[in-house]
């Protein structure tokens, strides 16, 4: 089965940084679409950025294009997402999602679009 395990979550103040891990298995990582989405409570989940995995094409939402880097490993079937800069109104669940098959074109920033989801890692930004 599908599993996607995200790390790096934690808090940090207004300014700083992390660097969020999503290491994926049983799942056909290359020529995909892998991404990363983020939920706080009584919202919708919205996309940040997301990567295909099978060449170096990113996509990124406009709060994210200036401060945020998706990147992969694909010997270790891993994508990463840097973000620098934080502010408070990043403070959220941030979610690993990956495609079953096709990429990115088929809509990236769409939950519909995904068909496998990590648990989750807190991101906490004070101010």
């Known amino acids: 089965q599908v599993q996607l395990v995200e790390s790096g979550g934690g808090s940090v103040q207004a300014g700083g940084s992390l660097r969020l891990s999503c290491a994926a298995s049983?799942?056909?990582?290359?020529?995909?679409?892998m991404g990363w989405f983020r939920q706080v409570p009584g919202k919708e989940r919205e996309g940040v950025a997301a990567?295909?995995?099978?060449?170096?094409?990113?996509y990124y939402a406009d709060l994210a294009k200036d401060r945020f880097t998706i990147s992969q490993d694909s010997a270790r079937n891993t994508v990463y997402l840097q973000m620098s800069s934080l502010k408070p109104e990043d403070t959220a669940m941030y979610y690993c999602?990956?495609?079953?098959?096709?990429?990115?074109?088929?809509?990236?920033?769409?939950?519909?679009?995904?068909?496998?989801w990590g648990q989750g890692t807190q991101v906490t930004v004070s101010s």
């Open positions: 999602a990956a495609m079953r098959n096709g990429g990115c074109w088929r809509g990236w920033s769409s939950i519909y679009n995904y068909n496998y």
């Open positions: 049983g799942y056909t990582y290359s020529s995909n679409c």
């Open positions: 990567i295909n995995t099978g060449g170096v094409w990113t």
